[in-house]
Each structure stands twice: as structure tokens, then as C-alpha cells.
């Protein structure tokens, strides 16, 4: 049925203008500052750092430009920037020479992680909230983050006793804050026990919770000079559940963490969002190396705006939720944010 074509609006009376104009508040940009309902401040974001051990010098990694594995002074060096530039936090990763099926280098107080904890602290003292990722598939051959049993399936409840004992190394070398980032069920309780014990009640844990399986951790595989074949779907969760997120929060919320991170960051904002209506300790989201390396790619070949696209990709994280937010371009958005005032 042919309908009857409707009169063109120029000859249909006048226009009515519109009572309501939203883009009064938009005109300039005091206003914009004025109204802004998010913002970015340097002490929310914390910088993830590799260090290697017997590097001299620092190494570029071709898969993150502009990031580098770290020789322990070139990270003191690093901290010490972090520090002047107000960051809220530095979050320590290590890679060892050697690596076993074990992952002993972990527990070793001079393995790499545990010496450049103390370096850190030593340059930073409290000016700076030193976390240390706790896991260990930067130390296992194998490169995954728990203990193996003989089948090759990885034991939960054996990788909780190593994590305790890394806790412990960590809390010797002086960090203020462990990060559990193995998915491990009962990792916090069992952290915090061990903390407890030894009289480290004072350090705290920033709970990797939500953290899923996740393809956009390929260039951190390179960072840490990871050995792993095949994934991590038994623990990391599954990128198609929310809900599950919300619980993983909870749990470790109950035994006792600290606060709670949400990663990836960017394919799970609604994550971040669901976990900030739902616990009462800060939120924290880890923008990863894939979330990195996909800005700097495009940027690379002029295809963004890349000073844009990182200030606006951490707006983004912050508005979902995010109190805290753990970025590669950490120093770099406290430089363009002190710039922009
Ligand atoms: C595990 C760990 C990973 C990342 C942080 N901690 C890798 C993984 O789970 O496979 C990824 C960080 C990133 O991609 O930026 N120790």
C-alpha cells in the first residue's frame, strides 16, 4: 500500500525553537571545566613496571613502544619520576634469568621482584605506594601462574601456599601493597593469613578480582619474556561473564582485600561499573598492554590522535567507575594533565 508522501518541513509552518539547550553548558571551554563530571588526577593512576634481572641497561619492548624492561637502576630512576609527578602508585613486575617449573625465583629474597622492591622503596619511601604484582607465571618455565600437577593441570590449592610465601618475601622487601593477580580461588584469604602471622598486618592487597582470559595481554607476554602455550581459561574467567565478575569482587572483598581490580579495563567497563555498585573498597581497572598497543599502532601511523585518545580512554575508565586506574601512560597523562590546567 503506497503511503501518501508527508509535506517537506519547509513548507509545513514555522520552526518552534527548543526550550531546553543542553549545548548552553557546552559553549566555552570554562563552562565544559565547570560541568565535567569526571576527571583524571595523577594520584589515581599507577604505573606498571618491568624490571629484568642482569640487564644493564634498559630494553625497549618492540611490542609496547615507548615501554621498556627496566635494569634496577633505570627503575629507580623511573620511581623516583613517578614520585615527583604525584602518581598514586608504582606496580613492580619482575623477570627472572632463570625460570622452573617451581618458579623459585619468586621466594628467593634475591630474586629479582624482591630486590627491586627494596631499591624502589629505598628511592621512593612513602611518597609513593609501591605494589608488587604476586604470581607466578613470571617465574615458572612453564608460564603459567600456579604449581602443576603431574597431568599438567594447574593445583589451586598447592599454588596458595607458594603465593603465602610470596607474600612473605614481598612484605620482607618492604612493599606496601601485594597484588594477587594468579585467580587462584581462596588467594586472599590465604595472603592475608600469612600476613597477618608475621606481623605484616600493616600491608595491604589490591586484588587482581575480575580478571579475565583475556587476547589483549599479547604484548605483555613479550614484556615478561612469558614461555606460556595454550591459555589460561581454567582460572582467568570468561570474557562472556559480568555477573561472575561481580562475584569474584565479593569474595575477595569478604576475605579481606584491600580493594579490588577489574582487567582488562576497556572491553569490560560495564565490569568496572557493576563491581563500583557493589563492594565498598576502592576500585581499581588495568588498562593492559593490548589496550597500550593498540592506541600507540593507530597513533603510529596517523590514524588518531594519540595525546587525545589517551586522555580520553582514561576519562572513560574513570567515568565507568574506576577510583584508580593502572596505565603504561601513567607519567606521560600526569605530564599532559599538569599542562592542560
Ligand atoms: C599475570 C599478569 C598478566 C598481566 C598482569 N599480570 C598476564 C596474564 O595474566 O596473562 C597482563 C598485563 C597487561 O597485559 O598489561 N602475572
New binding site residues.
Partial sequence: MAEEKPASPAVAGPVTPPVVRPRRLRRTPGLRRLVAETSVEARQLIL?VFVREGLEEPQPISTMPGVVQHSRSSLQRAAAEAAELGLGGIML?GVPEEKDAVGSGALDPAGILNLAIADVVGEVGDALTVMS?L?L??FTDHGH?GLLTPDGRVDNDKTLQVYADMALAHADAGVDMVGP??MMDGQVAVIRTALDAAEHETVGILA?SA?YA?A??????E??D?S?QGD?RTY?QDPANAVEGVREALLDVEQGADAVMV??AMGYLDVVRRVRDAVDVPVAA?N?????AMVEAAAANGWIDREAAILETLTSIRRAGADMVLT?WAAEAARLLAAAR
Fill in positions: 606498571p613486575f604484582d604470581c607465571d613470571e601462574c593477580s594468579g587482581y580478571k583475556s589483549f595481554y599479547g604484548p605483555f607476554r614484556a615478561v612469558s606460556l589460561r582467568q582487567k582488562p588495568y593492559i598492554s593490548g589496550e597500550y603504561y
